[in-house]
């Protein structure tokens, strides 16, 4: 897949995975939406993107992923701007397991919300291109990981959500690809605990990332190009490790 002109939108875009995600695209020739709840964090990002790459490149915009009326408009202000949409990463997440009802609502629903606006919009039957939808899950999406239950269940149930719609011939003859990007721990805020954190048992959390270790930044953002440049990996499931690095725990039949 070749990125240049290509368009693409990017929750949870302000800092962490979905920082740099959007700083690959753009340095690819793509151009890129920035979309997260963080005004103030994504408007600094997206400043930084576009004094870097150029001022058309980038904007920013403002989206709580569990209102559909902001996340489809988001969907409308890139049509608006940039006439099309190619690539869409759903990547806005938490760990709050004592608010379990939002953590589900924002990690697994809003990956299914989006994914519905990005099929509306990019697939050939609709008018749009084709592309591909990136869902990133994680490696607790697929093994168990008893301190954070609910987290463990949105994202199993992102990794189901994302290769069952890789596997409908629909979607695939409308030029759609369908694929889960899972990363272990990563360097980024959402593993950065505080007082207030809300994970089982905190220095319990602690002792298994330092058994597990942590991925560069940069390390997942190479995984997640990988999955957005070949054209076969529909139905892809990736992990990304600080030990393992890249690997496929499900290929698509084309690949095998």
Sequence with gaps: MNLSGKVALITGAAQGLGKAFSETLLSK???VCLADIKVQEGQITTD???KKFGNDTAFFIKCDVTSEKEFANVFQAIKSRYGRLDILVNNAGIVDEK????????????????????IETMSKEHGGNGGVIINVSSTAGLQPVFITPAYCASKFGVVGYTRS?????????????FCCLCPAFTDTDIIKFSENATVSTI????????????????SV???FMELVTDENSNGAVMTVTARDGIQYKYLPKSKL
């Design 221 to 223: 953002a190479e995984g």
């Design 99 to 118: 608010n379990w009802r939002k953590l589900i609502e924002i990690n697994l629903l809003s990956v299914m919300q989006g994914t519905q606006l990005g």
């Design 165 to 177: 719609l890789a596997d409908n011939l629909i979607h695939i003859r409308n030029g759609l690809r």
């Design 48 to 50: 930084a993107l576009r």
């Design 29 to 31: 020739g793509a151009k």
């Design 203 to 218: 220095e319990l959390s602690k002792k298994i990332i330092q058994s597990v270790g942590i991925n560069k930044v940069s």
